[in-house]
């Protein structure tokens, strides 16, 4: 490599100015305000390992052990978290070559279909609005663990108080930007990560009776043999589906913040590859000594959603061990987890508008940025949607907060088998336009056929999730209950329909020929580029075993 071509490409991607076209800098903003790339290794890696566990591992667990039993909880939370590694491999690949704003509507639009982007991006987006008063909501909800100790319904402080106390918090990491955004992040996420291990170390003691205040002695397996292993059936596992894809939400959120990295090429990868910790030590291994230690015909667990914390089935199993201080330490864990997600919406939420409004999928005001690189007007609209948190203290407001959190619902399922879609879409471009894949800065681990088994999952949980909206369980057809958990899917085809009417684009798709696989990249000198890569490769050829393997999965 020329000595000029390698420091030429090596100040681009250090200044994380390169390579990105006139059409890109209006996704990621115009003139002098841009998205600011300022978010580090560490905070990218923390950001998939403990980004979005909050109240859906905490708390929605328990009524997924209770609806379906240790099994079907361990078994439905494999399968999401599976598909959820091989997607989140697919979108790295992506984010590492293309880190744009909004990524995950643009590579739909760019690889699938404008109109499905257009619906895509937008789905996102409500998602994380609405779930942002649902957070907050969850978060005054868990304070009311010490402010109303016996249940009586009446704390001795407002639920309103303490969501306005975290709305105001949640604003003010906001105002400084990325930048907060991702120490925060760090921070809870390390919490959470020690809450956790501390969790399993202790979930190991008390399922051999290791503790001296507990007197059911060792317990081993014996939940899984009586109550047992599954409860209501067919219907019991496929109704954790919905749970599991709630608790494993946001795992995307390491895409979506690839634009405002200052070195996407390298910290996208190591992130990616977090994700594989994160489901088989934080969801799979906890979910299965939960089993383990606490017996899913427990009434209380009937009780446990939403911020309901006393009902959390990591606070009961302390309980059941009889230690008096592990329930208040946890449901502080919890409260500064929920936090963290409502930080999370924010963020995801106002990336995917002003990406949508940069791309003319949106009002133009929507897209100004200001010189500290945030996205104002629609960072305002945000927080301003979290005001929504208040109509729970209406008498109906329960009501109608069930149905803004059904537009919600699905729409996990749809982001992830758009991304696997996206992903496929875009290595057949890539092989039209005559590259390999030795010449992307990340490959998908599990490749191609990684993307089609995880879009396969994906849509088997969707026609899961409408067996169990149109029979559930315990109960008969009802048009009510059934939108109430599929709501989100005839919204989605509402925005693609309605884009194709309005835009008059009557054709379906984008033809793999005609994509230009160039535009987007961070990259100045492509073959310069190039030869790193191969520089970098060669390099690591000459490792021993062991580090080219730790290489592969850290």
Avoid at 321 to 331: D, M, Q, R
Avoid at 434 to 447: E, I, K, Q, S
Avoid at 464 to 471: D, E, G, I, S, T
Wanted: hydrophobic share 50%; glycine share 12%; proline share 4%.
């Amino acid at each position: 490599m020329a000595l000029e071509s390698k420091e030429k490409y090596d100040a681009d991607v250090e200044s994380g100015s390169g390579g990105v076209s006139p059409h890109d800098s209006v996704e990621v903003g115009s003139g002098d305000n841009k998205l600011h790339a300022a978010l580090k290794g560490r905070h990218m890696q923390m950001i998939a390992i403990g980004g979005s566990i909050g109240a859906g591992l905490f708390v929605g667990s328990g009524g997924a052990l209770h609806s379906g039993g240790p099994a079907s909880l361990i078994i439905d939370f494999i399968i999401i978290g599976f598909m959820l590694l091989l997607t989140v491999n697919a979108l790295g690949e992506l984010a590492a070559l293309y880190p744009v704003a909004g990524s995950f509507y643009n590579y739909s639009v760019r690889f699938i279909d404008p109109g499905w982007g257009f619906a895509m991006g937008w789905n996102y987006a409500m998602n994380w609005l609405v779930v942002l008063p649902f957070e907050l909501t969850t978060a005054g909800i868990t304070i009311a663990f010490w402010t109303d100790p016996d249940n009586t319904g009446n704390p001795s402080i407002n639920v309103g108080v303490w969501i306005t106390i975290f709305l105001v918090m949640v604003s003010a990491v906001n105002y400084f930007g990325v930048k907060g955004y991702g120490e925060v992040e760090f921070a809870l996420g390390l919490v959470k990560v020690i809450a956790i291990i501390g969790f399993i170390i202790l979930g190991v003691i008390i399922d051999c009776g290791g503790v001296p205040t507990d007197s059911r002695g060792y317990i081993g397996a014996k939940y899984w043999h009586e109550p047992g292993a599954f409860r209501n059936g067919f219907k019991g596992f496929c109704s954790v589906f919905v749970t599991a894809s709630f608790a494993f939400g946001g795992t995307e959120l390491v895409g979506l913040a690839a634009a405002e990295a200052n070195n996407p090429r390298k910290t996208i990868p190591k992130a990616t590859k977090q994700v594989f910790w994160r489901i088989s030590l934080f969801y799979v291994i906890s979910l299965f000594l939960l089993g383990l230690i606490v017996p899913s015909d427990n009434d209380t667990l009937s009780s446990a959603s939403g911020g309901e914390t006393r009902y959390s089935p990591f606070v009961l199993s302390f309980r059941l061990a009889g230690i008096k201080v592990l329930p208040s330490i946890f449901n502080a864990v919890i409260t500064l987890s929920v936090l963290s997600v409502a930080n999370s919406c924010t963020f995801a939420s106002t990336r995917t508008i002003q990406a949508l409004c940069a791309k003319g999928m949106g009002p133009k005001w929507g897209a100004k940025i200001d010189k500290k690189g945030r996205p104002y007007i629609v960072l305002i609209i945000s927080l301003l949607f979290g005001c929504l948190a208040y109509i729970n203290e209406a008498p109906q407001g329960s009501t109608i907060f069930t149905w803004l959190l059904s537009l919600s619902g699905l729409s996990n399922f749809f982001t992830w088998g758009s991304i696997c879609f996206a992903h496929i879409r875009f290595r057949k471009a890539w092989a039209l336009a005559g590259r390999t894949t030795d010449d992307l800065p990340f490959a998908a681990m599990f490749g191609v056929i990684g993307s089609w088994i995880g879009l396969v999952l994906n849509i088997l949980c969707l026609i899961a999730q409408f067996y169990v909206a149109l029979f559930p369980i315990g109960g008969s057809p009802d048009a009510e209950a059934f939108f109430e958990s599929y709501l989100a899917a005839p919204i989605v085809i509402l925005f693609f329909v309605g884009y194709k009417v309005y835009y008059r684009q009557w054709s379906i798709g984008v033809k793999a020929s005609e994509i230009n696989v160039d535009e987007g990249r961070r990259e100045l000198d492509i073959v310069a580029f190039r030869q790193e890569l191969d520089e970098e490769r060669a390099m690591k050829a000459g490792w021993p075993w062991w580090k080219r393997q730790w290489d592969f999965w850290m």
